[in-house]
Every structure is written in C-alpha cells, then in structure tokens.
C-alpha cells in the first residue's frame, strides 16, 4: 500500500543518522526550540503543570517545556547568535536558543527542574542561576560548584524551584566575555497558589538591562570595555526597536527589570507612580513599600514594580541618564553650546570636506538628521512620535494606556488620541516682557550689595 511504502521509503532515506536522533530523543533530551524573531511573543500560557499568569518578554519569549514523570524538562542551547539591535544595525552576540538574552523561563513554585544545557560555543560555559535557592553543585560557578560545560557536551541541572520571584541567569565561566557577548536570560518563578505578598496582575512585563560596545560600522561588541558602552539595550535592543508596553486602562500591571549591565539604570516612568514589589530576594513586605517614579537598578540587581496603569495615553518610561537613552556617538566631542561658528564651516570644508557643524545650538537637530551613517549602527537619537522627533535612542520605550484595549491583546494601538484642549500648545495671546527687580540708580554692583552685612547697613 501506498502509506506504508512511503514509509518505507521516508525510513531509508531517513537512514541511520534519524534512527540515531530518535533514539537519542527517547533517551531523554528534550527537543531545543529555536526562536530567531526579534517580535515580542505573545505570553506562553502552561499547557503542562499549575496555572499561572505567564509574563512577556519584550522582544522576547519564553521557553516552552516538556513533563516528564513529574519533572518540567528544559533545553538550552548556549550558542552564537546574530540579533537585530535595531532595524539595520546587527550584531554577533553569543546567547541561547538563536536569541541573545535567551528565551524566558517560567516556572511554579514547587515545580521539580530539570534543565539540559548543550553548548555550542567556541569555548566551555556554565549556567549561573541568580538568585535561586538550590542545591550548591547547581549553582553553576565554574571550578567552583561544578567543572564547566566543554565544547559540545550538555551538561543537566536539576534542582526544584524553592522561592517565588524574579531571577535570571547567566554565565559563571568566562564571563567577563560571555555576558559583554550577551549571554544572560529572565526567569520569573509563579508563586504556587495565592502568595500574600504577590498580588493578582492583569499583565506581567520582563526585560533585562544590557550594553555592549559595538564601533559603528563593526558587528561584534568589544569584550574588554568596562565601563564606555556606547549601545544601552532592553533585552538587546535599542529606542525605537524596543517594543511598548500596551496595556488596558485600570489594568494593575507587573514589569520586572535586571540589570546585567557595568553600571546602575534608575528606571523611569511616566504619569503614574509605581510600587517596588520585589526584588531578586523575592516579595518585597507591604509594609516596606513606597510610591515612586523612579527606581534605580543596580549593577547585577532585579526589581519588580506595580501599578495600576489609571491614565491614559502615551508614558515615556526610561533609564533616567541621559547618556543611556542615546545610542552609539563619540564622547570625545567639544561641547559648541553658545560658540559662533557662523562664516567657519565653508572655510573648514576647503581642508577638510566631510567636516560637518553639530551642537551650537544645542543636539536636538541631530533627532532630525539624515546623517550618513556608517553601514552598521543605530542612529545616535532617533524615534519617531506624532508630533516629530523623539530625540531618544537605547533604554526607552512607552507605556501605552488605552481604554479600548481587550484583556490579553498586548498588540500597539499606534499613537495616543489626545482629547481636544489637552496637549501643550503655543500661547497665543499676549507676552509680556518678564518682569525682573530693578537696580536703584546709585547701587554699587549686584555682588557688592548682596555680601554687605546687615548690620553694617543699617548703622549707616
Ligand atoms: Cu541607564
């Protein structure tokens, strides 16, 4: 018959390499899923194990599993990768299963782990798994706990996920250069039933905090830089390529951040304050918790925050340093603020053509330009609003309150409809000139007046 002979066929040219796979498959590894999208994936809800409101990774997803006996199985694939900072502008990182960080892992507490770790590196690796409570031979260091993972071997973790919270993990071999290359990823243990700490959320966010030293028109970072990154990431990725974070009005709202930088990001929201939640020691008590708009992530650090996401419209929310919403210029630039260059640029240009004038006004025309760039690099600020320029490159992204998103669409619903009346606008009526304090006609100089002793004054 014509199905069995297919098969028959499929078999043979299958040959014994497929019998080799299946074989090996049955014995236990589980498939590797590759995911090479730069896309936010929509959240992963557990087909398999406790139920749980599943995060999402901006521009990221999550590690599917499989059960086996009880026992949720995971394979990682530590293995170079080319990730997309920015539309153009890609880079040669190193990270797991075809994405630099690596895919998300989602875990219950209580849930029993077992996570296989191949590596494809051109160099030994480990897993550190930060933050977690664990037995010591599976905390992953190097020498340490545990030898590393050689070149092509997998190497099998097993510990059971003892604390809800907000961890990651990352290299502990090499790392100086494994992490510089972008290897690291999110986890976000579910608490097992109702937490009195952990409150019930509409949408959980995660990202981590990355930077990278990339010469513009170069493709792979430079490990050695420690502290001059010139590309600020979310998740490996650069304003206006960071996806935003789309939620429906009233929605109470987790988003959970690490930083796996050289440096500390204070993280700022817009038109709402937040709560800090939890850090990477787990639940934050209510008793300790205060409003902010601002919380700084220190080097190696999570925080998870909340709010109830009550206004509508479009939020910047940002690494308050300035430099870390920029992406790649050069620092070595004279500050031209107030320096007149007017009749100079012509006479620069005989000796040297490409000479171009930037930063006597101010930068802001450099949101605006069409600069050419060398062939592989992000803008230095860029991004786009409805109402021009945003000016903005690395850690930026919007938070996007609209009434009218459906529960579980974490689609962009495009730019904010501002009610009539309610935008900034140009004042139209008259401007009087300002007022300022006259000097009387014999006063000695302003300076002079304001140290003269009181005392002395009055004595006069
Ligand atoms: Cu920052």
Redesign the pocket.
């Known amino acids: 018959m014509i199905t069995s002979r297919r098969q028959f066929l499929a078999g043979t040219a299958a040959s014994v390499t497929g019998l080799v796979v299946a074989r090996s498959a049955l014995a236990g590894l589980p498939e590797a899923v590759i995911q090479t999208s730069v896309e936010t994936a929509a959240p992963l809800v557990p087909p398999t194990g406790h139920p749980y409101n599943p995060v999402v990774t901006l521009n990221g997803w999550t590690l599917p599993w499989r059960m086996n006996k009880g026992v949720k199985e995971f394979h990682l694939v530590a293995e170079p990768v080319v990730r997309e900072v920015s539309p153009g502008f890609v880079v040669n990182m190193w990270g797991y299963n075809g994405q630099s960080p690596g895919p998300t892992i989602e875990v219950v507490e209580g849930d029993k782990l077992r996570i296989f770790v191949t590596n494809k590196l051109p160099e030994h690796t480990t897993i550190h798994w930060h933050g977690q409570r664990l037995p010591n031979g599976m905390d992953g260091v190097g020498g340490l706990t545990q030898p590393a993972i050689p070149v092509g071997k997998t190497f099998v973790y097993e510990f059971e996920a003892r604390r809800p919270g907000t961890f990651m993990y990352h290299p502990h071999a090499d790392e100086m250069v494994q992490m510089a290359m972008g290897m690291m990823g999110f986890w976000v243990t579910h608490p097992k039933g109702k937490h009195p700490h952990i409150a019930t959320v509409e949408r959980d966010f995660c990202f981590l905090?990355n930077a990278f030293d990339v010469e513009p028109g170069s493709h792979t970072p430079k490990i050695n830089t420690m502290t001059d990154f010139n590309i600020?990431c979310w998740n490996s990725r650069v304003f206006p390529a960071i996806d935003s974070l789309n939620v429906r009005l009233n929605d109470r709202v987790r988003i959970r951040i690490g930083n796996l930088?050289m440096?500390?990001?204070?993280?700022h929201l817009h038109g709402h304050e937040f709560l800090v939640t939890g850090t990477d020691g787990g639940p934050t008590p209510p008793s300790s918790r205060w409003h902010e708009v601002t919380t700084d992530i220190a080097v190696g650090q999570m925080r998870q925050i909340e709010l109830v996401a009550d206004e509508e419209g479009d939020w910047a929310m940002h690494?308050?340093?300035s430099?870390?919403?920029m992406n790649a210029m050069g620092h070595d630039v004279p500050t031209m603020i107030g320096v007149d260059h007017r009749g100079l640029v012509g006479k620069i240009q005989q000796v040297a053509p490409d000479y171009m004038l930037m930063g006597e006004r101010g930068m802001a025309d450099m949101g605006d330009m069409e600069m050419p760039l060398p062939d592989n690099t992000a803008p230095m600020m860029t991004g786009r609003g409805q109402y021009g320029p945003l000016e903005m490159g690395?850690?930026f992204t919007v938070f996007k309150v609209r009434k009218d998103q459906k529960p579980g669409d974490y689609s962009d619903a495009g730019p904010f409809r501002h009610p009539p009346g309610t935008v900034a606008r140009e004042w139209q009526g008259d401007a009087p000139p300002a007022t300022r304090s006259e000097p009387t006609p014999d006063a000695a100089p302003a300076a002079a007046t304001a140290v003269k002793p009181i005392g002395k004054h009055t004595s006069h």
């Open positions: 905090l600020w930088t440096t500390n990001h204070p993280i690494c308050h340093k430099h870390h919403t690395g850690m």
